[in-house]
């Protein structure tokens, strides 16, 4: 195969193309949201011009349109996932909304004293929606300890994984640590125990593609922005028969079967959970953004990105003050740190004035920020269109900026 021409990529993001406080963007903020290629552009742009109009209605042409170029949107999720139908991907507006639908579809199966099992490692999208179920049941949202490297501590977790456990809650990819967790056995432990799995896979399917019935879980929910897609639109991935089982989050058109005032009756997957206008253009955008990374080298750009966290790796000792919060032996290109005298926040700040793009903060993961005593700490997070010598740059400026205010 061809080798992964990152200079040809970049001229599918015409974003990067671009100066920042004069000088050369460096785009390094991927994992809070990624840039989105031409392709992506021109889909949802030609949505627009060409076959706009509401979907499902069915009365004239261009709605049919753009019914199927929806469902043919539907469809790629599908083949990405390797789900096995259509009828268990559904359509959210992210991440965040795809768990609360979850949670609340769970609620009915949870009693006082049933616990929910989720990680130190969580983005606050996978706790709070549990907290607030947990509230309204008396279950208990239970976390799975992490090691000071940024592992899951499977002890912990072999040891909290239980009878009374009704939920797994766990994330594919730490947003802020990069760690890959190993959850293929942890499903299938899970499982042996009747727990029903749920896996947040926002940071993981960026980098690489999930098998939804190879990993066996029963939910796995993603963003379409941090995957080259646009804004406004996600996806929940669920087994048919536990699709069936819990009830819609929202009511509204479009995901009933038949309203009267006596009785209302929900319609077929996987509408019964769309209620409302959909955000077609969207979920036209990230069928778009799928097809666009196949049509990469996949194996190359995998390699791309390990040989950028590599090349990170290595520099760090070039900071004098920097450590990594995070060295999991399986992650993904994701780099957290702090250095000695600066606060994370001024770190972004003045890289900023250099052009380079970075987030500082507690990334939506408090708990995680407790576990390490830090109020926050600066992310580098990557894509496949960055090159080494962004890196690089990453390390000079870093190198500077300790030099004149560490
Ligand atoms: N989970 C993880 C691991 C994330 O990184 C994010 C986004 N930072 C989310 C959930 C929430 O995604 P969204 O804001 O797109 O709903």
Redesign the pocket.
Known sequence: TAAFDVEAIRRDFPILDQQINGKPLVYLDN??SSQKPIAVLDAMDRYYREMHSNVHRGAHTLGDRATSAFEGAREKVRAFLNADSTREIIWTR???EAINVVANGLARRLKPGDEILVSHME?H??IVPWQMVAERTGAKVVPVQVTPQGELDLDSFNSLLGDRTRVLAL?HVS?VLGTVNPIAPLIERAKAHGVITVI?G??AVPHFQPDVQALGCDFYVF?S??MFGPTGV?VLYGKAQLLEEIPPFQGGGEMIERVSFERTTWNVLPYKFEAGTPPVAEAIGLGAAIDYVASLDRKGMEAAEAALLTRANELVATVPGMEVIGTASNKMPVMSFKIAGLHPSDIGTLLDQQGIAIRTGHH?AMPLMDFYGVPGTARASFAFYNTLEEVEQLFTALQKIQRLFA
């Open positions: 994992g809070a992210g991440t965040t983005h999208a996978n994330t947003n947040d926002a940071q963003s922005h941090k996600g939506c």
